[in-house]
């Protein structure tokens, strides 16, 4: 089985912005192999597809950002899915617009949706695909930035990073997620 969450906030308010770079990558990778990201339960948008034989879950936690891993927690335990089984998309001011990097583990680094992960499911051993969003050029908070929309200049890599997820995300369907890792992690 794989469970593949994407981070966002919830609403037509919010959603071009950096902060929702998640589920603009489960939408086109739903739209892209057909599928609807539309049942409602579990405070979020999921789906269940096939693919190979094996289980496939999206989901688009409707918590807001804050509070992600409830809806996380709420979906992996009627589903009986297990913290390897899980990837999880969210936006990286560490990473410059058009950049992605894959991880088996690690820490919140600041990002209240990772953060409210860890805690609900009491570790910190689940895969991410972080998603490069820069930082502001211009003096401003950083809140005021993630809830933002991408600058002119930021829109063509990041459209070209959301395939490269998509990619990402179906070479896991097919690979062990260390092969995916070393393809994918190239420095550019």
């Not at 902060?19 to 603009?24: C, I, P, S």
């Not at 063509?156 to 260390?178: G, H, L, T």
């Amino acid at each position: 089985m794989k469970c593949i969450v994407g981070l966002g906030n919830p609403g037509k308010k919010y959603e071009k912005t950096r902060h929702n770079v998640g589920f603009m990558i489960i939408d086109e990778l739903a739209k892209q192999n057909n599928w609807g990201v539309d049942q409602k339960k579990f405070k979020g948008l999921f789906t269940i597809e096939h693919v190979n034989g094996e289980k496939v879950l999206l989901l688009k936690p409707q918590t807001y950002m804050n509070l992600s891993g409830d809806s996380l927690r709420l979906f992996m335990d009627y589903y009986d899915i297990r913290d390897e089984e899980v990837l999880v998309i969210y936006d990286d001011l560490d990473l410059p617009p058009g950049r992605m990097r894959l991880r088996q583990k690690g820490g919140h680094g600041g990002h209240n949706g990772i953060r409210s992960i860890i805690d609900q499911l009491g570790t910190k051993e689940f895969k991410r695909l972080r998603v490069g969003v820069g930082r502001p050029s211009v003096p401003m908070s950083v809140v005021d930035y993630v809830l933002g929309t991408f600058d002119k200049d930021q829109q063509r890599p990041i459209q070209e990073v959301v395939e490269q997820s998509v990619k990402a995300c179906e070479a896991w369907f097919e690979k062990p997620f260390d092969e995916v890792m070393n393809g994918f992690n190239v420095k550019s």
